[in-house]
């Protein structure tokens, strides 16, 4: 089976663009999740989608938001870019394997660069 | 915020000897798991461990699991240079079980 899949590998942006990362779940799970990786720091929690609903999301401000697609996949969109929004962007993969437990399979991420 | 913390930061060992980590969390977790991760690249998981449960194995792998400390140790025995990543552990709150919460991670080099 074909793992997470995610894309564009690198991309670097300007200030204020926008931007639009993509990503493939495993086959067979319905839900992906976002994480924002800063260097040196853990990843952090941006959204969670679940058949194409927002289950949850973190503390990230409204210029970014998600999406997810009848076949699963998902978009990340980033508006008005921040130097700050410079980062790994890593999806997840996951199913829920029952008694509380999401089982999250990560992608490669997609490495964003803020001049 | 983090709700975990890895300690050390960083670790340097000979390949063939242990390496340990700890995490310590702040929230009462539905489980606790750990991830490794390449350069930078995506995170590979390893262990999952239940908070019903103290301790893991998994190959070279041991996960301790304290929920009156709220902290975790991994083990790594017998390491090789193929070890040498960022390890992160990543808990999951009772209410928010599909949110991951991680931590800085721990850096580990094994020397060869």
């Known amino acids: 089976d074909a793992g997470v899949t995610q894309s564009p590998t690198h991309l670097i942006k300007t200030r204020g663009q926008h931007v639009t990362l993509r990503c493939s779940p495993i086959?067979?799970?319905?839900?992906v999740s976002w994480y924002q990786q800063v260097l040196g720091q853990g990843p952090q929690f941006i959204f969670q989608?679940?058949?194409?609903?927002?289950?949850g999301r973190g503390n990230f401000p409204d210029r970014f938001s998600a999406r997810q697609f009848p076949n699963y996949s998902s978009e990340l969109n980033v508006n008005a870019l921040l130097l700050g929004d410079s980062a790994l962007y890593l999806c997840?993969?996951?199913?829920?394997?029952?008694?509380?437990?999401?089982?999250?399979?990560f992608g490669p991420g997609t490495r964003l660069t803020v001049l | 915020s983090q709700q975990g913390e890895e300690d050390p930061q960083a670790l340097s060992i000979q390949e063939g000897e242990n390496a340990t980590m700890n995490c310590s969390y702040k929230?009462?977790?539905?489980?606790l798991q750990w991830y490794r991760q390449n350069s930078g690249r995506g995170l590979v998981h390893l262990i999952l461990?239940?908070?019903?449960?103290r301790e893991k194995h998994s190959g070279r792998l041991r996960v301790t699991l304290d929920t009156s400390k709220k902290s975790s140790s991994l083990l790594i025995t017998a390491s090789r240079a193929a070890d040498t990543a960022s390890y992160f552990c990543?808990?999951?709150?009772?209410?928010?079980?599909?949110?991951?919460?991680f931590g800085a991670g721990t850096t580990v080099t094994v020397r060869a």
């Open positions: 461990i239940r908070s019903n449960e």
């Open positions: 997840a993969s996951s199913r829920y394997s029952g008694t509380g437990i999401w089982e999250q399979f």
């Open positions: 929230t009462s977790i539905n489980n």
């Open positions: 989608y679940y058949e194409k609903e927002e289950r």
């Open positions: 990543a808990t999951d709150g009772v209410n928010n079980d599909y949110k991951l919460s």
């Open positions: 086959s067979g799970h319905k839900s």
